[in-house]
């Protein structure tokens, strides 16, 4: 097969429209530090944030499954931890520093925290959770998240360094966000189920442990690299990434479009490849 006739089976198109743009501009930015002013959950409050009747156990009661604590300037949620029922909550944009609390929330399926002032995502395994969403926090690791029915993980703009995510936990995540952080390479993002992988706006230099990606089907690599240690080159994918359809290389510092391309014959299904802002483009 000539590098001509491979070359036109992948789609180059650079002015193709990138959904990262409008869900990563703008955002990250530091904010003020205020003062933090106590403020504590109430049985009250939760009452009044309870919702959603359902059947639980084995179907002869009844209980509200859904808490939306949203933009309540809450610091403490200890009271929450007597609300054993709860499936779906919402605690985003408060003040928070610790999930602790959630710990006897055995039976959640959704969780967003998005918008506190949270260190880690630390919990223990929940057997059901299946989304959670943790953007715009301090979280600088990936320890403690091991949910073994997790589908979609969201850690947009924390303080993560280093990913060291445990495969065997979490054996359903398909879709993993992890745009705006410190990440310098791809290193334990190795995940068998991923299908989709979000990593614009970080450092990331170097791609490895991608090999171990066989289900995924699209990677942002927008915007990494820095001035002094550029991506500029396609290295680090795998023959086992069979299923890679779609490339975002934007911002990358990638010259040599006919050196480089070769390095893609491996990835068979591989129909986009987006190089916009790149001196190849």
Known sequence: QTFQHYFKQINLRSTMSDEEDTQVEGVGEAEEEQEIVECKLTEQLC?????????????????YVKMELKSKALTDISIISAFVHVRYLDISDNKLESLAPLSSLTHLLTLKADNNRLTTASLPPMPYLQRASFQNNKITDTEGITHPLLEVLNLNNNQITQASFDSEALRKLSILEMRGNNLTSTAGLGLPKLQRLYLAENQITELTDL??????????????????NPIEKLDGFSKNMIALQYLNMRGSKISSLKSEIKKLKCLPMLRGLILKDSPVA
Do not use: Q
């Not at 009452?47 to 209980?63: R, Y």
């Open 47 to 63: 009452g009044d944030s309870l919702s959603l009747l359902c059947k639980i156990g084995n179907g002869l009661s009844l209980a």
């Open 211 to 228: 090999d171990k990606c066989v289900a995924l089907k699209m990677l942002h690599l927008r915007g990494n690299g820095d001035n002094t």
